[in-house]
Structures are given as structure tokens and as C-alpha cells.
């Protein structure tokens, strides 16, 4: 298990790469699950970037 610091870290570079890079933005929108899965991120993870990801396209 990573450290909660370590976690933080690649929800904010995921978050940063979803800012800038539109492809990846538009296959995390589209199906997060399989985006999700390549980082070693806890579930509570993966629902916090999931709910910045919602939020971030209405």
C-alpha cells in the first residue's frame, strides 16, 4: 500500500495530465475504470478523481 502523500501526488498529476492533455481527458471521461486501473491508487483513489473528472464536464 502506498502513503496517503504518494496517493495525493498521482491523484494531482492525473488530475494535471486531464487538464492539459485532451485524449487522455476524453478516455478518463469515457471509461475511467480502464484509465484507473494502471495506477496503483487505492479505491477512495480512484472515486475522488472519478468525482473531479464529473464535476470538471458539467
Same mark, same amino acid.
Given at each position: 500500500?502506498? %502513503? =496517503? &502523500? $504518494? @496517493?495525493a501526488e498521482?491523484i494531482s @498529476?492525473i488530475?494535471l $495530465?486531464?487538464a492539459s492533455e *485532451?485524449e487522455?481527458?476524453? %478516455?478518463? /471521461?469515457?471509461?475511467? !475504470? *480502464?484509465i484507473? @486501473?494502471?495506477?496503483?491508487? %487505492?479505491?477512495e *483513489? $480512484?472515486?475522488?478523481? =472519478? $468525482? %473531479? /473528472? /464529473?464535476?470538471? !464536464? &458539467?
Amino acid at each position: 500500500m502506498i %502513503s =496517503r &502523500q $504518494k @496517493e495525493a501526488e498521482i491523484i494531482s @498529476e492525473i488530475l494535471l $495530465k486531464a487538464a492539459s492533455e *485532451a485524449e487522455f481527458r476524453n %478516455s478518463l /471521461i469515457k471509461d475511467p !475504470t *480502464a484509465i484507473l @486501473e494502471r495506477y496503483n491508487i %487505492s479505491n477512495e *483513489a $480512484k472515486y475522488i478523481i =472519478r $468525482k %473531479s /473528472i /464529473i464535476d470538471l !464536464t &458539467q
